[in-house]
């Protein structure tokens, strides 16, 4: 998911310059790999998501075969549990350089020991690893007063994210805008408020829907569009909270293809209770849409509240609703936030700016 999703781009122009392999949980789903160039070489290696000691040590003892055989000169992990295993293994192969990046914690949200065992692990990360990259600059600031990362330990490429936006792809198109509302029966002068990511409650969605419930019961031209995987079984249970509204709100499991929903919609809407970054925001930008989100670190650093969109609290339906209200009643300044978000994400977050900078990086670790 990482490789195709976020960073398919970086990846296929390092294999112009090196010798690249990939080491991930293909669990039998080739097209992760769909955007990735043939060059690259495939190491397809188990790690389960939740934590299990018997499936860990096995993927740990992989991961050291692996590093063992192929003797890397850098490595680089991205998601916290393969973080984790990666910087154990290629710490005791000796690997010369180790690189993590930071996208969010697990543990924000969590409370009691649970919370301060798996904010150990990130601290585990940092020592192991001898290079360490953040997708914002308000997480990494988050970090340093959590005492998981020191002063100066850590960079943050350009104003945020791991990799940027393909501006050219994710751009305002009047073709989706009219082709994607004939097709999920939207009128062309209804509202759309857009969800993008996966159906978790840490995602907010249950404010979200709250929140348009209210909306929906004074306005009767605004439509709910929810695009993602429903990892958690939530769907039946959201349509029961819709209510009445679920006649005004479409689901879209995972797509390849989200900026085409992103062109037919109006605001993007986040509620989140914890980001790395929020990529999906400069995307949804990169299309020209205004976004409200949470007022947590990552989404501050993806919305410009007042420029690019609003924020608000994490965890509160009546709040998101006032912010979203805002929005649906006030057309100037919608059209405003409008005119905002592509210029700023084409300025401050386009993928070839991010690339730049990590092959900059790579460069100098692998030269030193």
Not at 168 to 196: A, E, G, T
Not at 261 to 271: E, F, N, Q, R, T
Request: with cysteine; glycine share 6%.
């Amino acid at each position: 998911m990482v490789a195709r999703v976020f960073l398919a781009h970086q990846i296929n122009t390092l294999v112009e310059l090196y010798d690249v392999t990939i080491i991930a949980n293909l669990n039998g789903d080739h097209s992760i790999l769909d955007n990735i160039s043939n060059k690259v070489n495939i190491v397809n290696l188990p790690i389960k998501r939740d934590i299990s000691l018997l499936s860990d040590l096995k993927s740990l003892f992989l991961l050291i075969v692996v590093f063992y055989k192929n003797r890397f000169s850098l490595v680089h992990s991205v998601s916290p549990k393969a973080g984790l295993l990666t910087a154990i293994a290629a710490f005791i192969i000796r690997i010369p350089k180790r690189l993590h990046t930071f996208t969010g914690q697990v543990w924000l949200t969590k409370k009691g020991v649970g919370r301060w065992f798996l904010r150990l692990l990130d601290k585990v990360i940092v020592v192991l690893n001898t290079n360490i990259i953040v997708d914002s600059f308000s997480q990494q600031d988050f970090l340093i007063k959590e005492n998981v990362l020191s002063v100066n330990s850590s960079i943050v490429f350009g104003c945020g994210s791991i990799s940027g936006v393909d501006v050219d792809h994710f751009q305002p198109s009047k073709i989706y805008r009219s082709l994607i509302r004939q097709q999920l029966n939207i009128k062309n002068d209804y509202l759309i408020f857009l969800f993008v990511g996966r159906l978790k409650k840490e995602k907010g969605i249950f404010e979200l829907v709250e929140a348009f419930r209210g909306i929906s019961a004074s306005h009767d031209n605004v439509a709910l569009l929810i695009v993602g995987p429903d990892e958690e079984g939530l769907k039946k249970e959201l349509n029961e909270s819709l209510g009445l509204c679920k006649e005004f709100t479409r689901f879209i499991n995972f797509t390849k293809e989200p900026e085409r929903y992103m062109a037919a919609s109006d605001i993007l809407v986040l509620p989140s209770y914890r980001e790395g970054f929020g990529n999906v925001v400069i995307e949804a930008a990169s299309c020209g849409l205004p976004s409200i989100g949470s007022n947590i670190y990552g989404l501050i650093d993806a919305i410009k509240s007042g420029e690019t969109g609003l924020l608000v609290p994490a965890k509160s339906s009546r709040l998101l609703e006032g912010a979203m209200l805002k929005l649906t009643d006030n057309n100037k300044l919608r059209n405003e936030m409008s005119l905002n978000p592509r210029e700023r994400a084409t300025r401050y977050f386009s993928k070839d700016s991010i690339t730049l900078e990590i092959l900059k990086l790579y460069k100098e670790l692998i030269n030193e």
